[in-house]
């Protein structure tokens, strides 16, 4: 009997930059799962066999030229957000009181939204997790005075004690997939390390007793903790407490995920104070508050991504090590197992780096991390969701594969009222203005960024369907790297060639000297010469500081992008005078793999550039040094009045330095261009610099500032701030207009002086996501062939055989492992062939048996899984 299965199951997606959604005693006996026999890789014999790491050239399929416009800037005249709770927002779009929720709802409200007739967009970037406090063993503060998750078995143990497949039935409705990494399950390296996952995943599956059993060793390890015969685990008399941080808004699926946690772990003897809080109560806390305080042992974490990344190696240091972008926090700084020089922070360095010859090497190290990952579990990752963003009819509205609407970069550029220049757009957000804002350490909630990134420009445009990079603000670029490396490319902007060595020059500029306010050259830091694996040089256009403006009306100069280079290092430089512990393990980590950096042409800019880490895609292998940083963009005269207050002790851009600082008579402020006290004590640094012509770095930016540039330059700002209120200055579509911190809402408005038309970006249309149907027979004798037949098509014509990159099946037998991976071969367009060789069916166990079939194509960067099962007897 012929069975047929038809399912279209879009992998996760992940980023380069995310976004939020916001010493261990003696191993217990864990009961080991058997090592599983090396599964058989079956190549079709019919195909000629290519190498997979290889970049192949896809077909670049034309885009219809788009009808042109005379306006620039955002297709809207204004953007009105406010915070609409998420359990009203489909209601709130039916009454009109909104046009978009923009953050999106995740699986579970997809019924409600079909059944509003509303429009939506599909994501794949939302994920949810455990964010653990590390501190430890015993707080500083008497309250939560005891921290198990100090020890890494202890973190090991909660993988055993959820049951993420009951999480995704009984939350998402089983819209979503279980997750055990910080890598999105089903995504590239995800599928290519399916034999290590399948594994590890069997290993880590729900088990409430081993989790008890380890939980306890790790307990009763801790001076003064013991266990009674009920169970419950005893500190001073009292039974240990876990402080539970449990967020509220963004969805309405963290409340029972952190319900059904707390649950589990009363069940194993703690009690557990659940903490029921928005994001904007919830961040003072974990995010910018002191992890010593114990006023946490573990939160509700979600993320989201900004970009579809094509690379998640470098996923483990941002989130697991204190070398991440978000160092600047003391729960980050509190991963002390996880940073440079211990084996997990070595590894997560190579992998975020590249730091290999070959792919094999490569893919070694992702294997051996994944072990690690789940060891440590500095993150206990739960879920993979699904995002949906309900909008109104009338909207046109560009999403992203893996970032949705409010975390893509190419939203502000599209979005716009459907056969419509200008009007009005009412915006819906789970929260806003949630922590400062600041483009070096501020805000990085999610809901703060998608309106950020509305005022922000950049050089480049993220791809929504690739990820990959396309130019914004330069013409071309050249791309060199170390011959033998496996780098690729597929775009015609990016020259791509290869070299036996790259030798760096011995003038380029490659790192700061913040003692003496000056550059460090080549030569000076490598006086026996160094070569680099990759060189990037990056041309703009001629008009380039004529044409972009910053919202003040300065003229983008190369000072902003001098002084956003010296800034990123010196924040991390002890001997600055604005020096940031917080920074330190960053510019660290930056600088072990930067060769250095020159300036060709200043007009038109040119700009070289060597480095040791590299991307397997020649379109990511560029630095185009534009002055945007991890949390947004600005120009170099109001970070400068932000430097100022700093070294002045009235201002810190993180707030771990701000809180670091504060006393108990004076406080220092977390720096926000937006609102609060940071706003005065700007504004009487600007001041003082009128007064003085101030220019920073002077050694170094005289050469390319003069006095009487940056007296213009802080004559506009401060006009700005008198029509504004605010210093968010910036260069993107839109202008941030009126600001509201107390009740959350914000008013957007078009940029006039945008040097671009607004359907610049108009080509991207519907991602090109294949469909797959499968079909074999559902009762199958061992010892025999096994055909499979792989449908795969978009909007139900044959998908284009040259805009696919691979079909494989992975085979499963009834141990629930898998035995083989097996090429498919084409037949025609849409239409390939699995077969499992009659010696590979042979040695499988007879029983209850899956094929997963896997399609990835160019066109977009998400592959298509579709599942079959079927009974093998002997």
């Given at each position: 009997m012929k069975r047929n299965t038809l399912m279209l199951l879009v992998?996760?997606?992940?980023?380069?930059?995310?976004?939020?959604?916001?010493?261990?005693?003696?191993?217990?006996?864990?009961?080991?799962?058997?090592?599983?026999?090396?599964?058989?890789?079956?190549?079709?014999?019919?195909?000629?066999?290519?190498?997979?790491?290889?970049?192949?050239?896809?077909?670049?399929?034309?885009?219809?030229?788009?009808?042109?416009?005379?306006?620039?800037?955002?297709?809207?005249?204004?953007?009105?957000?406010?915070?609409?709770?998420?359990?009203?927002?489909?209601?709130?779009?039916?009454?009109?009181?909104?046009?978009?929720?923009?953050?999106?709802?995740?699986?579970?409200?997809?019924?409600?939204?079909?059944?509003?007739?509303?429009?939506?967009?599909?994501?794949?970037?939302?994920?949810?997790?455990?964010?653990?406090?590390?501190?430890?063993?015993?707080?500083?503060?008497?309250?939560?005075?005891?921290?198990?998750?100090?020890?890494?078995?202890?973190?090991?143990?909660?993988?055993?004690?959820?049951?993420?497949?009951?999480?995704?039935?009984?939350?998402?409705?089983?819209?979503?997939?279980?997750?055990?990494?910080?890598?999105?399950?089903?995504?590239?390296?995800?599928?290519?390390?399916?034999?290590?996952?399948?594994?590890?995943?069997?290993?880590?599956?729900?088990?409430?007793?081993?989790?008890?059993?380890?939980?306890?060793?790790?307990?009763?390890?801790?001076?003064?903790?013991?266990?009674?015969?009920?169970?419950?685990?005893?500190?001073?008399?009292?039974?240990?407490?876990?402080?539970?941080?449990?967020?509220?808004?963004?969805?309405?699926?963290?409340?029972?995920?952190?319900?059904?946690?707390?649950?589990?772990?009363?069940?194993?003897?703690?009690?557990?104070?659940?903490?029921?809080?928005t994001s904007s109560e919830a961040s003072p806390i974990w995010v910018s508050g002191n992890v010593a305080d114990g006023l946490w042992h573990l939160y509700t974490g979600a993320w989201s991504a900004t970009i579809i990344d094509r690379d998640e190696g470098d996923n483990f240091e941002f989130f697991d090590t204190p070398q991440s972008a978000y160092g600047f926090s003391s729960t980050w700084q509190a991963f002390t197992s996880t940073a440079l020089g211990t084996p997990y922070g070595d590894l997560a360095d190579k992998l975020a780096y590249n730091k290999f010859e070959t792919i094999e090497e490569r893919d070694a190290a992702m294997a051996e991390m994944l072990e690690l990952a789940l060891t440590e579990s500095i993150h206990v990752w739960l879920i993979d969701g699904k995002n949906f963003t309900p909008y109104r009819e009338g909207l046109d509205v560009t999403y992203d594969l893996a970032a949705g609407v409010d975390g893509s970069m190419i939203w502000p550029y599209t979005i716009r009222l459907t056969g419509e220049e200008g009007g009005q757009l009412k915006w819906g957000a789970p929260d806003l203005f949630v922590d400062p804002w600041n483009p070096i350490a501020g805000s990085n909630w999610a809901f703060d960024q998608a309106i950020g990134q509305a005022t922000w420009g950049d050089a480049y445009m993220i791809d929504p369907h690739t990820g990959l990079y396309w130019p914004q603000r330069f013409d071309r670029a050249e791309v060199t790297i170390q011959t033998g490396l496996p780098v690729g490319k597929t775009l015609d902007w990016v020259d791509l060639k290869f070299a036996d060595e790259i030798v760096v020059p011995e003038d380029a500029i490659v790192d700061w000297d913040a003692e003496n306010q000056a550059f460090i050259t080549a030569a000076e830091k490598f006086p026996e010469g160094t070569t680099a694996k990759r060189q990037s040089i990056v041309y703009y256009p001629a008009d380039l500081f004529d044409t972009v403006k910053w919202h003040d009306g300065s003229p983008l100069d190369l000072g902003d992008f001098i002084y956003a280079w010296i800034i990123t290092l010196d924040l991390g430089k002890e001997a600055s005078a604005i020096y940031d512990e917080a920074y330190a393990a960053n510019a660290e980590a930056l600088l072990a793999n930067y060769k250095g950096f020159k300036i060709l042409s200043e007009n038109p800019l040119t700009i070289e550039v060597w480095g040791d880490s590299y991307q397997t895609d020649a379109e990511l292998n560029i630095t185009t040094m534009w002055p945007s940083f991890s949390y947004g963009e600005a120009p170099w005269h109001v970070l400068a009045m932000g430097a100022r207050a700093d070294e002045a002790g009235e201002l810190a851009f993180s707030g771990d330095k701000a809180d670091a600082k504060?006393?108990?008579?004076?406080?220092?402020?977390?720096?926000?261009?937006?609102?609060?006290?940071s706003l005065e004590i700007v504004s009487k640094w600007l001041d003082t610099s009128i007064e003085e012509s101030y220019i920073p770095y002077t050694t170094v930016l005289s050469a390319f500032i003069t006095p009487e540039e940056a007296l213009a330059r802080y004559e506009n700002a401060k006009t700005f701030f008198a029509e504004y209120g605010h210093y968010n200055i910036a260069t993107g579509p839109y202008i941030l207009s009126e600001v509201f911190l107390t009740e959350k809402i914000a008013t957007l408005i078009q940029n006039p002086d945008f040097p671009d038309l607004s359907d610049k970006w108009a080509q991207f249309g519907d991602p090109k996501v294949a469909t797959i149907e499968l079909e074999g027979e559902g009762s199958v004798v061992l010892g025999g062939e096994i055909v499979f037949d792989v449908y795969v098509t978009f909007d139900g014509e044959p998908y284009e055989a040259d805009e696919i990159k691979e079909v494989k099946g992975l085979l499963y037998d009834a141990t629930g492992l898998i035995v083989a991976v097996v090429e498919g071969v084409l037949v025609e367009d849409g239409y390939y062939t699995i077969t499992v060789p009659a010696d590979v069916s042979a040695a499988m166990e007879a029983g209850a048996s899956k094929l997963e079939a896997v399609v990835v194509p160019f066109t977009v960067a998400i592959p298509s899984f579709v599942a079959l099962e079927f009974v093998t007897v002997k």
């Open positions: 992998g996760m997606v992940i980023i380069a930059s995310m976004v939020l959604a916001a010493c261990q005693p003696a191993p217990a006996p864990v009961v080991e799962e058997p090592a599983p026999a090396e599964p058989v890789v079956v190549e079709p014999t019919a195909v000629p066999e290519e190498p997979v790491e290889e970049p192949m050239e896809p077909t670049v399929e034309p885009t219809p030229e788009p009808v042109r416009t005379t306006r620039v800037g955002g297709w809207l005249d204004e953007i009105v957000v406010s915070v609409v709770d998420s359990a009203s927002a489909v209601t709130q779009i039916q009454a009109g009181a909104i046009d978009i929720y923009a953050a999106g709802m995740s699986s579970d409200a997809l019924p409600e939204i079909e059944a509003a007739g509303l429009d939506y967009a599909q994501s794949n970037g939302l994920y949810y997790e455990l964010t653990f406090n590390a501190y430890g063993p015993f707080f500083d503060q008497s309250t939560g005075a005891v921290n198990p998750f100090f020890y890494a078995k202890a973190r090991e143990a909660m993988n055993w004690l959820v049951d993420r497949d009951y999480i995704n039935r009984e939350v998402y409705n089983g819209g979503a997939l279980p997750k055990f990494w910080s890598i999105i399950t089903n995504m590239p390296d995800y599928t290519k390390m399916a034999e290590t996952v399948r594994r590890l995943e069997a290993k880590y599956a729900y088990n409430p007793e081993a989790a008890d059993a380890q939980m306890e060793e790790v307990m009763l390890g801790i001076e003064g903790v013991t266990r009674g015969t009920d169970g419950k685990y005893m500190f001073g008399g009292e039974q240990v407490t876990l402080i539970f941080i449990i967020r509220t808004d963004s969805d309405k699926t963290r409340v029972p995920i952190g319900d059904y946690v707390a649950n589990q772990l009363e069940s194993i003897g703690f009690a557990v104070d659940r903490q029921y809080k504060s006393t108990d008579t004076a406080t220092v402020e977390w720096f926000s261009q937006i609102g609060g006290p």
